[in-house]
């Protein structure tokens, strides 16, 4: 059709841009730019504040931005889900504005421990194109310089986050997930600590990540050619026709689901995980951990319950074997694991397969609920990898598990909040990630899924067992002579962590607000 | 004062009591060892005070509690997250009532017997942990207080369900970082092994409030709307598989005990009784309240396999305790067989069965408690938990030897104590359904005889053993603490007719409640009527049924 308006009128129409609906993403790429300017000509000694304002401020406006679309009567008014901005390539709707709101909150938290330096001059490289033990490294240390092109990187990869689970289309989609991902591996090699590591994570997330963009690709291109479009609701509207070749409709899923899963980090998809978030450093795990998720879980939602929204019945029992062993994979493999810092990211794999039992519900409730879950795990898991870049050796951090043992004496107050975080990732009543667990669970039962939830809790009890093991090392483990400090946060840090620990308290306690705005969002899905 | 919020000002006074400690100067405060023994006084007589003004206003509230009222009283409903269905709904029956108040009775009393247990003064020697800070041992205690006085009057499951696995928490501290011997892996096994048995209760609770929401109610997880819900044979099943197993770890029931005698010798004397003293008591108050009154087709369906686990657990915990050579084991392996009687109890499904279990929950942690502490009295002076430790106690410090024998003696069931009468309305109970069951019960207490009185025999009589010779007699503090308890012993067991006049009306209704879906046996009341009356305040005139 588009064709035939072409034959008759041969000139090309200027695109109509929704540039208000679309501002929160515009501010955060147009600070990302800036602050490559920044960095090109700002003096060395101005840049890190210059970047701070530059990037704080970009993302606090852009969330300003967000609410101002969320209560915009023009995209809302009259019942409407929400509404198709810049020629179908984005979607602007209740769901969305909740992901990108979260998206945006804690990337602010990550960029407030990303901008520590009291404990050393910056958590990054010096120079990155240093050799590791080079002289030229050396240079750089003693110098005292530090990268801090790691603030448009995170502006840039922060955009892509909020793109990503905003398109409409499978290109959109496609172009979000690259401009999320680049800077993130660069991200990944430019700790300033055990460099080899880093590097050595930045390049397995590199190759394992260009590897899903692969199936990603494929996946559209199998969609594309079942549906002869790359719009979600176009392959909404072809696959519930029942026109074209259906092998073409499910290949199409599974490969675009494979490269979803594997950003979420779903089993046997989650290859990558550990080592990249030990490898790392640790402010951009914590990124990593929540705002990627958060946005890939987005994308997911919104491919599954808008273009595949009518397939239920056939994409549920792959996704159910994949929440079954991301569950069960991610809390058993937890046990086993002596870094700190791996451990997470495994109980982060484990989280993510909750989180899937929601999103399987393909219900209102089970959007809500992973909307929910999202955003609460999401503070915990930022204030975590927090409190893991203050406990030091002379080395960098100290992530091995036996080098925490007794710091619940030493420093009570680090050691308890830590608990508690671990606490929430148990789920624990009176913390948030009991009543996100209870949100999914609840959705996933009323969509009828009893025995994946019944996996759940079997899997929550297995992966209490490698948090409680951390806690008995902190409290009940006399410490090592020669054990790591805890060094004293500066501001940022300080309140990364206390916004982490606050939220995750007060969403245990009156999780009514967070969950009514979640539920509000869901209510109508996505827009088509 | 109707309309005083009692059962929130009892659960919040503890919380108050701990964050006022929480505010007193910690261990790096400036100042010598004279400054520091003052501040940690300080830390214990807040303790002690908010225990004690907790205890005032529960028995402000009991003698306030209506017999014949309606089932719940003092209740008060607040939306909480109503996404959820979740209410803030706290309310007692009978039953809880009587949990409560022996809750808030024990509380001063672990107050002022582990006035030094957090030290680790009195621990076996070898086996004591460095010195912890005295400041968390009480702040966990008293949260503690308010998580199981907020388990008991929790009207709403959700809220039960909170309470009930938030409870895990301070327990697993105080065996952790207090405990002796092998405290972290008994605080682990006590921790994961509730926490299985939570989360799977957790899925019956979720599965619960879905159902509530068929044909398109609004769901809830209030408790008295929930007793009418219909489900089926199958899905009660299921539910009260999930509920039940979490309660039989709890309570625990054999096979379901072995983290109890870890943990319980783990942890400090105080913390063993509020350990089996008190949360032992959710799990036995989980099944009467929530298993019977929310799935009754299901109880019975499954009562002769829990009679059957009852009644082992009864001779096994007997049998097994018998055998232990270290105190608190012991004590320990009576508690697996007194809570197997209780199990019993409830599952006879007769009124006396139920009154009894009822009854014996609260005498058992008064008895046990006694036991405990005391025991716990003698390991602190001799620094050695082994009975072969001991021998001709009752020479050097009598006092401590006649109170531990009285609290023995109610350990198995002398009549006279308090611990005879429940036993025997459970053994009759029982008996009137199951005789088998109750025949071999009556067995365990003959071994209760064996266990408490050789372990007196042992410990007590014979000639005195040098290394406790010079054992000091009980302390006015220590005598104060367990004072109180022996008195209840013995008065509960002369005049028990106060609680048993509390508890019956309870019990009747979730007897009612538990055969509204098979009315035949042991009490031809009409269900229906009796339930609109007793929830409507009018408890004798409730032929016309007239409420909807």
């Given at each position: 059709m588009t064709a035939y308006v072409g034959a008759i009128a041969p000139v090309i129409p200027t695109p109509h841009i929704e540039y208000g609906l679309l501002s929160p993403m515009l501010l955060v790429f147009g600070a990302a730019v800036a602050g490559v300017l920044v960095e090109a000509f700002a003096p060395r000694a101005l840049r890190r504040s210059f970047h701070l304002a530059l990037t704080l401020g970009g993302l606090a406006g852009a969330f300003v931005l967000t609410i101002a679309v969320a209560v915009d009567s023009s995209v809302f008014g009259g019942g409407a889900a929400g509404r198709i901005a810049a020629e179908g390539a984005v979607g602007v709707d209740r769901p969305t504005l909740f992901i990108q709101g979260t998206i945006l909150v804690l990337a602010f938290v990550s960029v407030l421990l990303i901008a520590e330096s009291s404990h050393e001059v910056s958590a990054f490289a010096a120079q990155a194109a240093a050799v590791p033990g080079s002289a030229e490294e050396r240079e750089g240390l003693v110098a005292g310089i530090s990268h801090t092109e790691v603030y448009p990187l995170t502006l840039f990869a922060v955009g892509g986050m909020l793109l990503f689970p905003a398109s409409n289309d499978l290109l959109t989609m496609f172009v979000a997930l690259e401009v999320l991902s680049l800077p993130l591996y660069l991200l990944c090699g430019l700790a300033r600590r055990r460099r080899l590591l880093s590097q050595e994570a930045a390049m397995k997330y590199f190759l394992l990540g260009a590897f899903s963009s692969a199936f990603f690709l494929f996946g559209v291109a199998m969609l594309y050619g079942f549906s002869g479009s790359v719009n979600l609701a176009a392959i909404a509207a072809a696959a519930s026709g029942n026109t074209g070749n259906a092998v073409l409709l499910y290949a199409g899923i599974a490969l675009l689901g494979v490269g979803l899963l594997f950003k979420i980090g779903?089993?046997?998809?989650?290859?990558?995980k550990p080592d990249v978030y030990q490898g790392a450093p640790t402010p951009v795990t914590a990124l990593m951990a929540s705002c990627t998720l958060v946005a890939a879980f987005g994308a997911l939602l919104r491919v599954f319950y808008v273009a595949f929204g009518q397939l239920t019945w056939d994409w549920r029992p792959a996704m159910w074997a994949v929440a079954i062993v991301t569950m069960l994979g991610g809390s058993i493999i937890a046990i086993t694991q002596t870094d700190v810092k791996r451990l997470l990211a495994y109980s982060s794999i484990a989280q993510a397969g909750y989180i899937l039992t929601g999103v399987i519900a393909a219900t209102t409730a089970g959007l809500s609920s992973s909307l929910f879950y999202l955003a609460a795990y999401g503070f915990a898991t930022i204030g975590a990898f927090a409190v893991v870049t203050l406990v030091r050796n002379p080395a960098g951090?100290?992530?091995?598990?036996?080098?925490?043992?007794g710091l619940g004496r030493r420093s009570p107050l680090v050691a308890g909040v830590f608990a508690l975080f671990l606490i929430a990732f148990a789920g624990?009543?009176?913390?948030s990630g009991f009543i996100g667990k209870f949100a999914v669970f609840q959705a996933a039962i009323g969509g009828g899924a009893v025995p994946l939830v019944v996996v759940g809790a079997i899997s929550s009890a297995i992966l209490a067992f490698p948090y409680v093991r951390v806690i008995v090392l902190m409290f009940f483990s006399d410490p090592p002579a020669d054990g790591p400090v805890v060094v004293r946060p500066s501001v940022f840090t300080t309140s990364a962590v206390a916004i982490g620990a606050l939220a995750t308290l007060v969403l245990g306690i009156v999780p009514e607000p967070l969950l009514r705005l979640a539920h509000d969002a869901a209510t109508q899905l996505f827009v088509r | 004062m109707s309309n005083f919020p009692w059962l929130t000002v009892a659960g919040v006074v503890p919380l108050v009591g701990a964050i006022a400690i929480g505010l007193t100067p910690g261990q790096s405060a400036p100042g010598g060892p004279a400054d520091r023994r003052a501040r940690d006084l300080l830390v214990k007589r807040i303790a002690l005070v908010f225990s004690v003004i907790t205890l005032a206003i529960t028995v402000a509230m009991a003698v306030q509690f209506k017999i014949g009222g309606p089932r719940f009283q003092f209740t008060q409903t607040y939306q909480w997250i109503p996404q959820f269905g979740v209410h803030y709904a706290v309310g007692v029956d009978g039953i809880a009532l009587v949990l409560i108040l022996m809750t808030t009775v024990l509380m001063p009393v672990v107050v002022l017997a582990s006035w030094n247990d957090a030290e680790g003064a009195g621990n076996p020697v070898g086996s004591a942990p460095p010195r912890r800070s005295i400041k968390t041992y009480f702040i966990l205690m008293l949260v503690l207080e308010t998580m199981m006085i907020g388990v008991f009057a929790a009207t709403d499951v959700f809220l039960f369900y909170v309470f009930f696995e938030a409870m895990l928490i301070p327990m697993y501290f105080m065996i952790g970082s207090y405990g002796v011997g092998q405290r972290q892996y008994a605080a682990v096994k006590f921790l994961l092994y509730s926490l299985l048995g939570g989360l799977l209760m957790l899925v019956a609770v979720i599965a619960l409030y879905v159902y509530s929401t068929s044909g398109g109610r609004p769901g809830t997880f209030l408790f008295l709307p929930l007793t009418h819900l219909v489900l089926s044979a199958t899905v009660q099943k299921w539910l009260f598989l999930g509920f039940f197993v979490a309660f039989a770890i709890k309570a625990p029931l054999w096979p379901f005990h072995t983290w109890l005698p870890d943990a319980a010798t783990a942890a400090q004397p105080g913390a063993a009784v509020v350990l089996v003293g008190v949360l032992d008591k959710v799990g036995t108050f989980g099944m009467i309240r929530y298993c019977l009154d929310l799935f009754p087709s299901a109880a019975h369906y499954f009562t002769p396999l829990i009679i059957a686990l009852s009644v082992i657990g009864v001779l096994y915990g007997a049998i097994v305790a018998i055998g232990q050579a270290d105190l608190k084991r012991l004590v320990a392996y009576t508690s697996v067989s007194h809570m197997g009687l209780i199990t019993l109890g409830i599952f006879a499904m007769t009124s006396q069965g139920q009154v009894g279990a009822t009854l014996y929950m609260v005498n058992h942690g008064f008895a046990t408690g006694a036991l405990f502490l005391i025991a716990g009295f003698m390991i602190s002076r001799r620094r050695s938990a082994q009975i072969a430790d001991y021998g001709g106690v009752q020479k050097v410090a009598p006092v401590l030897a006649g109170l531990f024998l009285i609290a023995g003696l109610a350990g198995l069931a002398l009549p006279g104590l308090s611990t005879f009468v429940s036993e025997f309305l459970v053994l009759v109970g029982t008996f009137t359904r199951y005789e088998a069951a109750a025949i071999l019960a009556t067995a365990g207490i003959i071994l209760a005889a064996i266990y408490i009185l050789w372990m007196y025999q042992r410990t007590m009589t014979g000639p005195v053993k040098p290394e406790v010779a010079s054992m000091p007699d009980l302390k006015a503090r220590e005598l104060w603490a367990v004072g109180p308890l022996i008195a209840l012993i013995i008065v509960l067991g002369v005049y028990p007719k106060p609680i048993i006049d509390v508890i019956n009306p309870a019990v009747r209704a979730t007897l009612v409640d538990a055969h509204s879906a098979n009315p035949v046996p042991p009490h031809p009341v009409n269900n229906r009527f009796v339930v609109t009356g007793l929830s409507s305040a009018t408890s004798s005139s409730t032929q016309n049924g007239s409420n909807p």
């Open positions: 779903a089993v046997p998809f989650q290859a990558w951090e100290a992530d091995h598990l036996s080098s925490w043992a624990i009543p009176l913390t | -």
